[in-house]
């Protein structure tokens, strides 16, 4: 079975991680302004971790991106891991 949607779909969700890192403290000022859902690039991850049998340097990989997206705040002050 090839992963390469998988990959390629965990180097997007990178990027577009990468940028948000950078601009986490104007996330309110960012063009997309409210259409910032962490929420969603949350659940995009846990997607591709619900895949079968998924090779472990994916795993990681989505893993490695979840941590990251947990540090960033989103729009209501409260890290995308917190309880509401």
Same mark, same amino acid.
């Given at each position: 079975?090839s992963?390469?949607?998988?990959?390629?779909?965990?180097?997007?969700?990178?990027?577009?991680?990468?940028?948000?890192?950078?601009?986490?403290?104007?996330?309110?000022?960012?063009?997309?302004?409210?259409?910032i859902?962490?929420?969603?690039?949350? /659940? @995009?991850?846990?997607? =591709?971790l619900?895949?079968? *049998?998924?090779?472990?340097?994916?795993? $990681?990989? /989505? @893993?490695?991106?979840? =941590?990251?997206?947990?540090? *960033?705040?989103?729009q209501?002050?409260? $890290?995308?891991?917190?309880?509401?």
């Amino acid at each position: 079975m090839s992963y390469d949607f998988v990959e390629k779909d965990l180097a997007h969700i990178r990027n577009v991680l990468n940028h948000l890192e950078h601009s986490a403290g104007n996330l309110h000022a960012c063009e997309t302004g409210a259409a910032i859902d962490l929420h969603w690039w949350r /659940a @995009r991850i846990q997607a =591709v971790l619900a895949t079968p *049998l998924l090779p472990i340097h994916i795993e $990681r990989q /989505a @893993r490695d991106l979840l =941590v990251r997206l947990d540090h *960033l705040p989103d729009q209501s002050g409260l $890290r995308t891991g917190d309880a509401r």
